[in-house]
């Protein structure tokens, strides 16, 4: 038997699994699915999922490396998925990491934005390849495919919310970020949550 990320096996099964259902339903973050009245669709994506306040980060993960690992003092793409459920505008202000010198917020050229990127009410804001987008400048470490990371990411009303970010592996690149992508619903917002995964 499995339930979210915890296969169960044996006599224990059935307690086990209900214990799990009773947990999973009251997390706020999550790096194996949705949570939080965000429906994520049927398809292999990629990423880190977590909420801060009424902000829901979703899909976040470093560009995967291509020709060899990501090396010492690259500057490296990183996205996300971002998704306001409160009842008043937010913004993404800034975005840090321990294997980089700093993490800009950029627009689709590579130029600094300042001023962050505004999350409107209920409206699904996609920080990607093409789009504004995270760029962590002179990496640290090198980075290979499927290495994970500590990110914080800096909201300007909902606060600060830190967990493990991953590079993403080859065989992911294809099914990365779809078209089309049922959002979340807004029946279920905490105003002043606070999450971390790590």
């Known amino acids: 038997m499995t339930v979210g990320c915890f296969p169960f096996r044996g006599r224990h099964a059935l307690a086990s699994a209900a214990v799990i259902l009773?947990?999973?339903?009251?997390?706020?973050?999550?790096?194996?699915?949705?949570?939080?009245?965000?429906?994520?669709?049927e398809w292999d994506a990629p990423g880190q999922n977590a909420r801060v306040g009424d902000i829901m980060i979703r899909y976040a993960h470093v560009a995967e490396p291509r020709g060899g690992p990501w090396q010492p003092g690259s500057a490296v793409p990183a996205y996300v998925w971002l998704y306001n459920k409160g009842g008043e505008a937010d913004k993404l202000e800034g975005a840090g990491t321990p294997n980089a010198a700093s993490v800009d917020i950029v627009d689709s050229g590579g130029k600094p934005l300042p001023d962050g990127v505004d999350l409107p009410v209920n409206r699904l804001v996609k920080l990607e390849s093409g789009k504004p987008h995270?760029?962590?400048?002179?990496?640290?470490?090198?980075?290979?495919?499927?290495?994970?990371?500590?990110?914080?990411?800096?909201?300007?009303?909902?606060?600060?919310?830190?967990f493990n970010i991953q590079a993403q592996t080859p065989h992911l690149r294809r099914r990365?970020?779809?078209?089309?992508?049922r959002t979340p619903s807004v029946t279920a917002a905490s105003p002043g949550a606070r999450a971390a995964v790590r």
């Open 22 to 41: 009773a947990v999973t339903v009251t997390v706020t973050a999550s790096g194996c699915g949705g949570v939080d009245d965000f429906f994520l669709p």
């Open 176 to 181: 990365a970020f779809p078209d089309r992508v």
């Open 134 to 162: 995270l760029m962590l400048r002179n990496v640290r470490e090198r980075i290979r495919g499927g290495d994970f990371m500590k990110f914080t990411m800096r909201f300007e009303k909902a606060g600060t919310s830190t």
